[in-house]
C-alpha cells in the first residue's frame, strides 16, 4: 500500500516515515501543501492513504482535504494537528478527513488509526487479500500458501517483496510493465537501478518457489510481466 505523507516537522515526518517503511507501506513525504497537491494529482501514482498535518506552508492539510472531496476523491485522509478543541476537530472532519489525531500522539496509535482507515476503505476491506491459493493479510503483514489440505505455508518477504506481490495480486492475468512496477512501488524522486525490478521479481519468484507456488509471475519479454492466476485447487 502506498501512503502520501504531508508534514512539514522535520523530526516527525521523519519518525512517521521510519514507521510506515517499517510496516511495508511505500510512503512519499512531502513537506509542502502545493507539492502534495502535485502528488494528489498525479495520475501514474495511486495512493490508498493520505495523512495530512494540519498547518503546511502552501495549501494546508484542510485545504487539500477540500479539494480532493470537490473532486470526489475518496482516499482515505488522516489528519495530525496540535489543534485540539472541539470546534477544530469538527472543521477538520466537516473538510472531508475520515480521521484525526492530535499532538503529540505515541506511533502505536497512529498504526491503529491507520489499520482502522483500511478496514473502513471499500478498496482495502477485507484485511486480506486471496488469489487462488495465495493469501495476503494487511493487518498483519503475512503471505502464506494454503494447500490442497488448507496448510498454510508462511513467506518470509521483505518489504519491497511484499509490495510487489500485493501489486501482482491486485492485477491478476494482465500485463504490466517494469515502469508501472516502479511507478508505484518506489517512491517520487527515488532513483533505483534500472534493473531494480527484475531483481526484486526475481527474488520474490524464488521465494514463492521454496513454498511449491511455481510459475506465478511470468516474464512478457520486450514489456513486462503478467500475474498468472491458477485455479484454486481447493
Known amino acids: 500500500m ?13 519518525a512517521i516515515y521510519r514507521v510506515l517503511n517499517r510496516e511495508k ?13 502535485a502528488y494528489l494529482d498525479n495520475s501514474s501514482v495511486h495512493y490508498t492513504l493520505a495523512i495530512l498535518d494540519w498547518m503546511l506552508p502552501g495549501l494546508t492539510g ?7 472531496r470537490h473532486q470526489n476523491n475518496p482516499l482515505p485522509i488522516l489528519l495530525l494537528t496540535a489543534k485540539d478543541r472541539m470546534e477544530d476537530k469538527v472543521a477538520g472532519l ?3 478527513a475520515d480521521d484525526y489525531l492530535v499532538k503529540p500522539f505515541v506511533m502505536a496509535e497512529l498504526l491503529a488509526r491507520l489499520r482502522a482507515l483500511q478496514r473502513r476503505s471499500p478498496e482495502l476491506h477485507p484485511q486480506q487479500l486471496q ?9 498483519a503483514h503475512t503471505v502464506c500458501w494454503q494447500d490442497l489440505d488448507e496448510r498454510r505455508s508462511p513467506i518470509a518477504l521483505t518489504a519491497k517483496e511484499f509490495q510487489t506481490l500485493e501489486y501482482f ?16 512501488l518506489w ?23 521454496e513454498v511449491g507456488c511455481d510459475g506465478l509471475i511470468e516474464t512478457i ?10 485455479h484454486a485447487s481447493k
Open 187 to 209: 517512491e517520487v524522486g527515488a532513483e533505483p537501478t534500472s534493473n531494480a525490478v527484475a531483481a526484486q521479481i526475481r527474488l520474490l519468484r524464488r521465494k514463492l518457489t
Open 2 to 14: 502506498r501512503v502520501l505523507l504531508v508534514e512539514d516537522e522535520p523530526d516527525l515526518g521523519t
Open 94 to 96: 466537516d473538510a472531508g
Open 62 to 68: 484542510v485545504e487539500l482535504c477540500q479539494r480532493l
Open 131 to 139: 488469489v487462488s491459493n495465495l493469501l495476503l493479510d494487511y493487518g
Open 169 to 184: 495480486m491486485k492485477h491478476p492475468n494482465q500485463v504490466v510493465t517494469s515502469q508501472q512496477i516502479m511507478n508505484q
Open 221 to 230: 519479454h520486450g514489456i513486462g510481466y503478467r500475474f498468472n492466476v491458477p
Open 25 to 37: 507501506y511505500v510512503v512519499d513525504w512531502v513537506q509542502d501543501g502545493s507539492e502534495a497537491w
